[in-house]
């Protein structure tokens, strides 16, 4: 269920981190088992099922989802409007008890949070995503929302070994972002996404925490880039308040 998975107690409450693996589902080939995707070709079905075994592996909370479109939009989603499903690529939010999920096959999943003002947030980067800022605009809406101390945490994605570019891709990258410059295994040009998030984060004065590992290289994981037609793992966070949190 989980590839990495962290709880933290806070003054009134914890805060709750996690991305998820491709195992324990109940999604058939090409996308088992965990696929959390509606949107790839999988039974709706059994997409609705893992979800609900998520949240329930999540204390049953409710989990807010986007349908991911590569762009820089940003949506704050509030109880009353958690079941509407935006084409954005970022959410924020200064609700407890509500979870914020980012799905991803190869891009960064991205979760933000200022756990003392209560503010979360969530954003897919893909190169696209990246390079148009999708990141910087969810740190932005959230500091409109109060967060003053925002902190990241960037999950597994395609690393710069893996991810091969255009000769012309990887100049127009490089040029935004140098760092996210890469060369792959076999001496080609590659664009390393998360890197360049992680500058970005720098420039924001954002602490990021970076949990290691390559969507393309660990078969635990779902890649479009490797596999094709393919499932969706999630980023999710949730911030608990005290009355819910034990």
């Given at each position: 269920m989980f590839y990495w998975h962290d709880r933290r107690d806070l003054p009134q409450g914890n805060l709750e981190r996690?991305?998820?693996?491709?195992?324990?589902?109940?999604s058939e080939a090409p996308f088992s088992a965990l696929n959390l995707g509606l949107h790839v070709g999988d039974d709706e079905a059994h997409v609705r099922e893992n979800r609900d075994l998520l949240s329930a592996e999540l204390g049953g909370v409710p989990i807010a989802w986007m349908n991911q479109v590569h762009g820089r939009d940003v949506v704050e989603v509030t109880p009353d409007s958690l079941g509407e499903v935006h084409a954005v690529d970022a959410m924020v939010t200064n609700s407890?008890?509500?979870?914020?999920?980012?799905?991803?096959?190869?891009?960064?999943?991205?979760?933000?949070?200022?756990?003392?003002a209560g503010v979360l947030g969530v954003a897919h980067a893909g190169r696209p995503g990246m390079l148009a800022g999708v990141v910087p605009a969810a740190v932005a809406a959230m500091r409109d929302l109060g967060a003053t101390s925002v902190?990241?945490?960037l999950g597994p994605s395609?690393?710069?070994?893996?991810?091969?570019?255009?000769?012309?891709?990887?100049?127009?990258?490089?040029?935004?972002?140098?760092?996210?410059?890469?060369?792959?295994?076999w001496g080609t040009p590659a664009i390393d996404v998360a890197s360049g998030v992680a500058s970005q984060l720098a420039e924001l004065d954002v602490p990021f925490e970076w949990i290691?590992?390559?969507?393309?290289?660990?078969?635990?994981?779902?890649?479009?880039?490797?596999d094709g037609r393919t499932g969706r793992v999630a980023g999710v966070i949730v911030r608990r308040d005290g009355s819910e949190a034990a």
């Open positions: 996690c991305f998820t693996d491709s195992l324990s589902g109940v407890s008890d509500l979870a914020l999920a980012v799905m991803v096959a190869d891009c960064v999943p991205v979760l933000l949070e200022d756990a003392e902190r990241a945490t395609v690393c710069g070994r893996c991810y091969e570019v255009p000769h012309e891709m990887y100049d127009g990258a490089r040029t935004q972002y140098p760092t996210s410059a890469a060369i792959t295994r290691a590992g390559c969507t393309v290289e660990d078969e635990r994981l779902f890649s479009y880039r490797r």
